[in-house]
Structures are given as C-alpha cells and as structure tokens.
C-alpha cells in the first residue's frame, strides 16, 4: 500500500483540508471519550458492552486512512467501513437520546457544552457529505 504522490497533483484543496481537520477532530473528541472512559466507566456509553470512544475512533481511523493511501478496493472498503459504522453507531445512540430524552442509561460526555453524541453524528455527516464533494 502506498501513499498518495502529491508531487505531481494539485496542493490540497479547501475541501480536503476540511476533511481531515474534521476528521482529526474527531479523533481528538474520542481520545478524550477514552480518557473519561478510564476516569469513570459510567460517563461513556457502551455499544455491545465495548465503550463507543472505540466504535469511533476505529471509525475515524479508518476514514483516515482511506484518504490518505491510493485509491484502491483496500481505501473504498475501509471507507465504507468507516463511514457505516460510524454513521450507524452515532444515529443509534443519538435516537436513543432524542427518543428517551436522557431517561435511558446513555450519559453522554460533554466538550465545550456539547454532547459529544451530537458532536459525532455532525462530523460523520459532514466527513460522508464532503467525500462525495471530494471524488472528481
């Protein structure tokens, strides 16, 4: 596997820039979900009984890594990968939450005032939307 030749493209546009700071913020945000993850066990919600700061960071991993190697079937079934399980974990919790209105056992974490489970859901979205802005 191999990475991208920039030498002979273009720089990198507006669009892809805002994919990986996005993308590594999202990183960010479920590095810090491990951290309150081993402060407090309670704090994080749990998918299967393995903590969602997992889900996502493998998630974002893996779009990550799509990007940056050569366009291959290895890069579209990481991406796929990525963005299903990603997408579909942050919707279930997020129904979760909108549907019970915090009466079920999801406490979500908090950065900056924001509940990381709208955090997620939004950088997924945007991540997915700004792929296919991306593709030629």
Same mark, same amino acid.
């Given at each position: 596997?191999?990475t *991208?030749?920039?030498?002979?493209e ?5 669009? /892809? ?6 993308? %590594? ?5 479920s590095?810090?979900l !491990?951290?309150?993850f081993?402060?407090?066990?309670? *704090?994080v919600p749990?998918?299967?009984?393995i ?11 893996? %779009? ?9 079937? $290895?890069? *579209?079934? $990481?991406?796929?990968a990525? =963005?299903?399980?990603? $997408? $579909? ?11 019970f209105?915090? *009466? ?5 974490a /908090?950065?900056?005032?924001?509940k990381? %489970?709208?955090?997620? =859901?939004?950088? =997924?979205a945007?991540? !997915?939307?700004?792929?296919f !802005?991306?593709?030629?």
């Open positions: 596997m191999k *991208r030749d920039n030498s002979s273009k720089p990198w546009n507006f669009k /892809e820039k805002l994919f990986f700071t996005l993308a %590594i913020s999202g990183l960010s945000i590095f810090v !491990l951290a309150q081993h402060s407090n066990p309670f *704090r749990t998918f299967a009984d903590p969602v700061c997992y889900i996502y960071g493998n998630a974002y991993i893996a %779009i990550i890594l799509s990007a940056l190697l050569k366009k291959s079937f $290895l890069t *579209r079934l $990481l991406s796929i990525g =963005f299903t399980v990603g $997408l $579909l974990v942050s919707a279930y919790f997020l129904f979760v939450w909108v549907k209105a915090g *009466r079920a056992n999801i406490y979500p /908090e950065i900056f005032g924001i990381t %489970i709208y955090a997620d =859901f939004s950088i =997924f945007a991540l !997915l939307i700004l792929s !802005l991306k593709k030629p």
